[in-house]
């Protein structure tokens, strides 16, 4: 790699506002998607991937009460289905016709509820 490579990727992600448009979507995707539908998303860098890794699991969790009350009083539903524990990444032999695809990974959800407005 030129060493040049990642600091022109950090320039290109502040001038174009990309963590800023991948949240702004990843706020509002849930309410498009329908119920069955699914959201696959590609991320190439991990804070692309942390962001949305995260906004997936919030939207899969259950119960959201604190740990100290014994039982649920908020009542709240995952929202989405896991489809993948661990994201998709590119096989040996997609690395071999495509060296670009090693920092791809692929995750996705199954919508299973409407959403809660959280």
């Not at 990642?6 to 949240?23: I, K, P, S, W, Y």
Request: hydrophobic content about 40%; overall charge positive.
């Amino acid at each position: 790699r030129h060493p040049a490579t990642r600091t022109f990727q950090a320039l290109r992600m502040a001038v174009n506002d990309e963590l800023g448009e991948l949240r702004r979507f990843l706020d509002q995707i849930l309410a498009w998607l329908p119920i069955g539908g699914r959201l696959a998303v590609i991320t190439f860098h991990s804070l692309e991937d942390r962001m949305v890794k995260q906004a997936m699991r919030h939207w899969a969790e259950g119960c959201r009460c604190p740990r100290h009350i014994p039982r649920c009083v908020c009542g709240h539903q995952p929202e989405v289905r896991i489809l993948y524990k661990k994201p998709l990444q590119a096989g040996p032999e997609e690395l071999a016709a495509n060296s670009r695809a090693g920092s791809a990974k692929l995750r996705a959800v199954e919508k299973i509820a409407e959403d809660s407005g959280s």
